[in-house]
């Protein structure tokens, strides 16, 4: 079993930045494709960006792209989500998620794990 714990979350105005971190037990890491995904109140969750293994086949949703960078560090079983050039739109409660396998994907249910999410509040 993979325990996933979120931080970083907080609130910051329009245009700030963020980054968040999820760290993951157990020693095999390495081997779970990773993602973050945000959920806004009365809305479904949704995909915001994935990770391979290894940091390939990365993905981003679309209203994120070229804001936003995932990245990971496998030596401190850590995934990062940098947050640049927030908008009000971007405040959800953001969830890490672990999948077995080396890709990441942008479907929801194909990740196994997840964590208890962080809240990010973006004001204007």
């Known amino acids: 079993q993979v325990q996933l714990v979120e931080s970083g979350g907080g609130l910051v105005q329009a245009g700030g930045s963020l980054r968040l971190s999820c760290v993951a037990s157990g020693r095999t890491f390495r081997t779970y494709a990773m993602g973050w995904f945000r959920q806004a109140p009365g809305k479904e969750r949704e995909f915001v960006a994935g990770i391979g293994t290894y940091g390939g086949t990365i993905y981003y949703g679309d209203s994120v792209k070229g804001r936003f960078t995932i990245s990971r560090e496998n030596a401190k079983n850590t995934v990062y989500l940098q947050m640049n050039s927030l908008k009000p739109e971007d405040t959800a409660v953001y969830y890490c998620?672990?999948?077995?396998?080396?890709?990441?994907?942008?479907?929801?249910?194909?990740?196994?794990?997840w964590g208890q999410g962080t809240q990010v509040t973006v004001s204007s």
């Open positions: 998620a672990g999948r077995n396998g080396a890709s990441s994907t942008m479907q929801r249910g194909n990740y196994e794990y």
